[in-house]
């Protein structure tokens, strides 16, 4: 299978006009003939189904939290990135093209990295023509601030709580066409199988998780903007519900996966506490600008921090990256802090941490001034662990966060199945194989508000003539059988083992084999064991209460099933690269002072993968990166 | 640690529920409140017995999503904290816990501990909105904003749809949650054309949806996790008349 990314002609600068200026469009009064099923409500989903509704197509919105506002886009902190150079500190699409290329290792493809950043300029318009209340200055004009990895200020920020402004923004933007009529939505509804006719995606099945009925959906196209799948480490930044098993389900239909083992760690979460831990909480990476990172200099330290002489402590970010120090990017903070952790310098109870000290600037700026700054920070700090963090430093450890993989999309965000689009953190697109801080919120929103409006339209314009899909069509009642038989299976099986006890086996697995670092053996030995515990799953779970009711242990099953297969799947993809970049560190493929080592001779590709059948190989599918715009250098922060 | 818990189960939203006791032990006071229900529910899974059913996604305090009655007060013990943010180390050892549902005619129980609190949504698709098409919005700072005036649309916009107003007000009144929308809106320019309407509207859906009265009790600002000030259901009023008034002339 050969690739076609359908990067449209002419230069960089040109090639989004060129694409809208060539895209068919659909008659208005064809509009409402045709149907656009939006899985998801994030930020990516709630943007595409207000667009499409707005346009005047009928848009289905699905999504399996109570209320589409509830999206995990909602807990985005930091910000959001726009080229909008307000600072006049000489920003510019161009540099913020090349500095999201760099970040993510030159693993992107150029012509969608620069039209994010292009698209860049408008999403902050459309926000705050919505009221997102963005930070201003007090004259009144808009604020921003720099954020990890670049050399200008182009992050804007509603508080910490720029995710949930902006997606208050989109939700109400969804609601809005969901009071016209022109979207219908099904809040606690969960995509569980996708429906292909003839080669297309021609609709979904979902179960309504409130009464257990499983139902089907027909559409002529059909969007996943489902965000996220690092959830697959138990332990995350993420939301309990988030998942992977809408793409995946597609995937096992033919649509290609991309990049699966790019997961992004923070460096700056909570460590866990005891195995009762359900999440880890992200702490705002904002805190590295007045925190000082260290662990004690001497192996199995027992004395408390504030006990540790200066000359003891190892401010190891420092020392090794002294000119980005202790902001130096979040996978480099990430793996050195595990290093340090694994070389027995942890700390904490559970020896599983570092220490984010604030007692340098403390004493510098005073207290009231690190309190206004992070206050609403130490003070969620304070509630989760019951420490204070003014006192003593925080305790913190790298969580995994973010899927750079996902769902392969072409430049107009179609997957491999004609009709089936992805979107968001869905795809695999834009940030290659290491997300820039704020980068996210961006991809989501402007592939929802401004790039799928355009390809989806230009897809739909060849489907007036089709007429209504009906879900009687006997593809429907195959699909709805076999997700009826997976949802019996699991209840019948009644064995011995919870659902939560094998995504915590699963996760810890990941996290050791396929996690910050990766080894050839260990990716072995994890596929070995992967295999097993899913044997074991389907031999032991125990699923309580019935099919045809809410049963949330259920959803749970469904999507534990899924993860065995995509774990799997990420050590396949990680074992294949024998190079280190970005999120991806084989530990074969590093210089002599510990340094990623990339191979842009031999794997300056994507990868991508086809579903060839449970037990069976997946097929490696690479799709070339060609560079014409710039030269992929080596990332040094030293 | 060791918690009584006294938990309300209801099968589904015709059934009649009760109180069912469980005792937990050896619980670690650094868990949170959540993940000691989730203990409970692997302790029940096994047994063979259902799960308890209860809301939840972000368990950081930002969706909205989690919710319950804890011993009587919205969210449990603490101010401005969300169930999910809760933990045990705010109970004594040996304690009896209540757990019940948010109550309230317009959120129906649908199982357990969860309830139906779609009639927020439908509140803000009645108007809690500007009414801008996507794709083509002015430049943002071609209209400034005061820094000022942002914060405070802000402290409004900040509102989580959890409920938890709604639970403890003894109206079972929305008027918190609605009046923070209508404020965020009418506080920026951008809100301000459509000021009338939007009160008119979600006011009526508001009623519609068999939401009680405001009688100024205030308890919702006290159990509010996000510390949404009763200032903002003034300023509703004020906006409610002004819009009457407009309309007569
Ligand atoms: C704690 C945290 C902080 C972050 N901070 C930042 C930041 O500061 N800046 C930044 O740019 N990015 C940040 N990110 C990343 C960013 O928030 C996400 O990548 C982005 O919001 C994803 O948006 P989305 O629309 O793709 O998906 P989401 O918002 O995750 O939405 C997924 C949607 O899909 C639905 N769904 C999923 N599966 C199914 C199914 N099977 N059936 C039906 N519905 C389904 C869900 O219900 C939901 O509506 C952060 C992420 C986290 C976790
Ligand atoms: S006003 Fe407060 S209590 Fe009411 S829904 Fe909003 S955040 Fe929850
Ligand atoms: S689970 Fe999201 S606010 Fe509690």
């Known amino acids: 299978m050969i690739l076609d990314s359908k990067i449209p002609e002419g230069p960089l600068e040109q090639k989004w006009d060129n694409y809208k200026k060539k895209a068919k469009l659909v008659n208005p009064a064809n509009r409402k003939k045709l149907d656009v099923i939006v899985v998801g409500t994030g930020l990516a989903g709630s943007s595409i189904a207000a667009s499409l509704g707005e346009m005047g197509y009928n848009v289905k919105s699905f999504c399996f939290q109570d209320s589409p506002r509830r999206a995990h886009s909602v807990a985005a902190q930091g910000g959001v990135n726009a080229a909008k150079n307000y600072k006049n500190d000489g920003d510019s699409v161009y540099r913020m093209f090349v500095d999201t290329l760099k970040g993510g290792d030159f693993r992107a493809r150029e012509a969608n990295v620069y039209r994010m950043a292009e698209c860049s300029l408008n999403l902050i318009d459309q926000a705050v023509a919505q009221g997102v209340p963005f930070g201003r200055e007090y004259g009144g004009y808009l604020n921003n601030r720099s954020f990890g990895g670049v050399q200008v200020s182009r992050t804007f920020y509603a508080r910490g709580q720029t995710g949930q402004q902006l997606l208050l923004g989109s939700y109400q933007a969804l609601m809005r066409q969901v009071g016209k009529g022109s979207v219908q939505l099904f809040s606690r509804h969960e995509m569980l199988d996708l429906v292909i006719i003839e080669g297309k995606a021609r609709g979904i099945i979902v179960r309504n998780l409130d009464t257990g009925e499983i139902e089907s959906h027909a559409a002529h196209a059909v969007v996943l903007a489902t965000g996220g799948y690092g959830k697959i480490y138990y332990l995350s930044t993420l939301a309990m519900g988030c998942n992977g098993s809408a793409i995946w389900r597609a995937h096992k239909k033919g649509a290609l996966m991309a990049s699966p083992s790019w997961i992004q760690v923070h460096p700056t979460s909570l460590p866990q506490s005891g195995d009762y831990q359900s999440k880890l909480t992200l702490m705002s990476e904002s805190l590295r600008n007045d925190g000082r990172i260290w662990v004690p200099l001497k192996e199995n330290e027992t004395r408390k921090a504030n006990d540790i002489p200066e000359n003891e402590r190892d401010y190891y970010l420092e020392r090794r990256y002294p000119a980005f120090g202790n902001l130096a990017p979040r996978d480099i903070s990430s793996r050195a802090a595990k290093e340090r952790i694994d070389a027995g310098f942890g700390i904490g109870p559970l020896k599983n941490a570092v220490y984010l000290d604030f007692s340098k600037a403390i004493n510098e700026q005073g207290k009231e001034k690190i309190q206004e700054k992070y206050g609403n920070l130490f003070d969620m700090y304070l509630k989760i662990t019951g420490y204070d963090a003014y006192q003593e430093p925080m305790m913190i450890s790298p969580s995994a966060h973010f899927s750079m993989g996902g769902l392969w999309v072409d430049y107009e965000l179609m997957t491999t199945i004609p009709g089936l689009f992805a979107l968001g953190e869905a795809n695999f697109a834009d940030h290659g194989a290491n997300r820039l801080g704020a980068n996210s919120l961006l991809q989501a929103s402007v592939d929802g508000y401004f790039i799928a409006p355009y390809t989806i339209a230009n897809y739909l314009s060849n489907e007036i003539h089709t007429g209504k899909i009906s879900t009687g069509d006997p593809a429907f009642k195959k699909a709805e059988n076999e997700v009826k038989n997976q949802i019996n299976g699991f209840i019948k099986i009644n064995g011995t083992k919870t659902v939560d006890h094998f995504h915590k086996t699963l996760g810890k697995l990941l996290y050791d084999y396929c996690g910050l670092a990766r080894n050839k053996e260990g990716l072995e030995f994890a596929i070995e064991e992967i295999r097993k515990l899913k044997q074991e799953f389907y031999n032991d779970v125990k699923v309580s209460g019935q099919g045809d009711t809410m049963n949330t242990e259920l959803e749970k099953a469904g999507r534990v099933a899924d993860y065995f297969e995509i774990g799997e799947l990420m050590c396949y993809d990680a074992l294949t690269r024998n190079e280190s970049c970005g999120a991806h560190f084989r530990e074969e493929y590093q210089t002599a002072d510990g340094e990623a080592l990339r191979n842009d001779s031999e794997f300056q590709f994507i990868s991508t993968w086809a579903w060839k059948g449970e037990n069976n190989e997946p097929e490696l599918i690479k799709e070339p990166l060609i560079f014409e715009e710039i030269q992929p250098t080596v990332r040094s922060y030293k | ?249």
């Not at chain 2, 589904?12 to 409970?40: C, I, R, W």
């Not at chain 2, 007060?73 to 209540?98: M, Y």
């Open chain 2, 1 to 249: 640690m060791d918690l009584h818990l006294k938990i309300w189960r209801q099968k589904d939203h015709q059934s009649e529920g009760k109180l069912v006791n469980y005792d937990l032990t050896a619980l670690n006071p650094h868990m949170s409140f959540l993940e000691m229900l989730d203990t409970l529910n692997e302790k029940l899974i096994v047994k063979g017995d259902e799960p308890v059913e209860f809301d939840h996604d972000c368990r950081e305090g930002i969706c909205g999503q989690c919710g319950m009655m804890i011993n009587g007060l919205a969210h449990g013990p603490l101010k401005n904290t969300t169930t999910c943010q809760l933990h045990l180390r705010s109970f004594k050892d040996g304690e009896t816990v209540l757990i019940e549902p948010f109550r309230a005619e317009a959120f129906p129980v649908k199982k357990d501990l969860k309830v139906d609190r779609s009639a927020f949504d439908r509140i803000i698709s009645s108007g809690g909105f500007v009414s801008i098409n996507t794709g083509q919005a002015p430049d943002a700072t071609a209209i400034p904003i005061t820094h000022q005036i942002a914060e405070e649309a802000f402290d409004s916009a900040a509102c989580i749809g959890c409920g938890a107003c709604v639970a403890t007000c003894k109206n079972a009144s929305a008027a918190l949650f609605t009046s923070a929308k209508i404020t965020h809106m009418v506080l920026l320019p951008q809100g301000k054309e459509e000021r009338s309407n939007r009160v008119l509207n979600m006011v009526k859906q508001m009623d519609a949806e068999h939401f009680g009265h405001c009688s100024n009790t205030e308890a919702c600002e006290v159990e509010c996790p996000q510390g949404i000030s009763v200032l903002n259901i003034a300023r509703m009023n004020y906006e409610y008349n002004r819009a009457l008034f407009l309309r007569k002339k």
